[in-house]
């Protein structure tokens, strides 16, 4: 039986207006003022303290004190600055409906990813919602594929895609033995997903249905 992991922002969810505003919300607080929200895109995917140290030069602990300040506006306003994908709803059912067994595996606190896919009808074709403590600033992708792996009571992998639209995703999916698909429709930079080595690369949603579709299919035909 196929396992696929999904990410949740740039793969499930168009997420940029909450996660550019909170992030503008955040560095406002360290006297850093970008007006134009389309330079904080780089928000979307990595974990939040890569980005303020790595931009914006943040200490370890100014970026920590960052991620309270992004989170308190992210808590109950922008959550749900944020919409599915087109046609992600229909995907997961199609995929559902196949047998294949679906987890997703983020770097957003886990709270705000249940609080998400709720919202937005998404939450009943997983099995598990894996993401990081609210206490858990700094905690790796590969970590939280592999508790999700753990819940999932999955030991051998050869089954199980990491799908993801950055490149923390397929790196992480690769150190967990995963083979990995990034999804071009997310927030990728040009040439990200082919740098670092991504399996499999799809345009869309739709793509995305039909090359996992493909596989289950390819897989039935090999029993034979």
């Given at each position: ?120 009808g ?16 700094r ?11 753990a ?17 923390q995703?397929i ?48 897989n ?5």
């Amino acid at each position: 039986m196929k396992t696929i992991l999904f990410d949740l922002d740039g793969t499930l969810t168009d997420p940029e207006e909450g996660i550019t505003k909170c992030a503008q919300y955040a560095l406002a607080h360290f006297g850093i003022n970008i007006a134009d929200r389309k330079k904080l895109r780089h928000f979307i995917g990595p974990p939040l303290t890569e980005s303020f140290e790595g931009f914006y030069g943040l200490t370890p602990e100014q970026s920590e004190q960052a991620v309270e300040k992004y989170r308190e506006r992210f808590r109950d306003t922008g959550i749900f600055e944020n919409r599915p994908y087109e046609g992600i709803g229909e995907c997961l059912s199609a995929l559902k409906s196949r047998g294949m067994r679906l987890a997703v595996a983020t770097s957003k606190p886990e709270i705000f990813a249940l609080r998400i896919l709720e919202k937005f009808g998404l939450s009943q074709y997983f099995e598990e919602i894996a993401g990081i403590s609210m206490d858990s600033i700094r905690s790796p992708k590969a970590e939280v594929i592999k508790d999700v792996l753990a819940r999932l009571g999955v030991s051998d992998t050869q089954d199980v895609y990491m799908t993801g639209d950055r490149r923390q995703d397929i790196i992480a999916g690769k150190k967990c033995g995963l083979k990995t698909v990034g999804v071009r429709y997310g927030f990728a930079e040009p040439g990200e997903l082919e740098d670092c080595g991504a399996d499999h690369i799809v345009e869309t949603v739709e793509e995305l249905e039909k090359f996992f579709l493909a596989e289950e299919t390819n897989n039935d035909n090999s029993n034979f």
